[in-house]
């Protein structure tokens, strides 16, 4: 079975400082990689995603991930992060084929950005 | 397009009590599921369901119970409510793996 772990609970930055959040997969064949954020109260935003091709992946607000096969990882990275960035961030692997398949949760990372 | 839509937002039960979260999708989605949100543990699947009639457990399934009767509904039942069911409740639907969440049901059991 598939698992996702996110190594730091919780991440503190300043605003303007550039940004990683650590994720590592385990999983026998090709995954597909999401990366959500959620700010507080709210439901889930998907940020990027990784299904093949290109393992630099854009997403939305400024973010990018990589995909590192040897390492089994999918870190997201942001340049310069805004205070508005603060939220809670979940990597996600999916994995089984699309019909049948289930998407997997880390324990997510909560980033706390400071003015 | 609604998207998915979950009701209610809030509930408050008592131990022993039964309820029913709803879930409903307007997409035409063969794929829905149910994920639990508790602080420190991400969202854990409960249950999922790959077409009207065909239900499956996920990673936590136990004290919930699910059917999926037409495509565009997957309520959630809580048979007798407990305080470790005391989470947040996300559904989701999907086609390939684009995945739509609902806005979530905030469950306190007391």
């Known amino acids: 079975a598939q698992s996702v772990t996110q190594p730091d609970i919780h991440i503190t930055v300043s605003e303007g400082a550039s940004l990683e959040l650590r994720c590592n997969y385990s999983?026998?064949?090709?995954?597909?990689l999401f990366w959500y954020v959620q700010s507080p109260g709210q439901g889930l935003q998907l940020l990027l995603k990784?299904?093949?091709?290109?393992?630099l992946v854009q997403g939305i607000k400024g973010f990018e991930a990589e995909f590192k096969r040897s390492q089994s990882s999918f870190n997201l990275r942001k340049p310069s992060v805004h205070w508005s960035d603060a939220a809670e961030y979940f990597c996600?692997?999916?994995?089984?084929?699309?019909?049948?398949?289930?998407?997997?949760f880390g324990q997510g990372t909560i980033l706390t950005v400071h003015p | 397009n609604a998207g998915v839509t979950q009701t209610p937002k809030f509930q408050v039960l008592k131990t022993g009590q039964s309820m029913t979260l709803q879930c409903a999708q307007d997409?035409?989605?063969?794929?829905m599921s149910w994920y639990r949100q508790d602080p420190g543990m991400g969202l854990r699947l409960i249950h999922y369901?790959?077409?009207?009639?065909?239900?499956d457990q996920g990673e936590v399934p136990n004290g919930y119970n699910v059917s999926r009767s037409t495509t565009e509904d997957f309520p959630l039942r809580l048979l007798s409510a407990a305080p470790s069911q005391t989470s947040v409740y996300f559904c989701?639907?999907?086609?390939?793996?684009?995945?739509?969440f609902g806005s979530g049901t905030r469950l306190t059991v007391v």
């Open positions: 989701a639907s999907r086609i390939g793996y684009g995945y739509t």
């Open positions: 999983y026998g064949a090709t995954p597909y």
């Open positions: 990784y299904f093949s091709g290109d393992t």
């Open positions: 996600a692997v999916g994995a089984g084929g699309t019909s049948y398949g289930k998407l997997t």
């Open positions: 997409m035409n989605h063969e794929y």
């Open positions: 369901s790959v077409g009207a009639g065909i239900t």
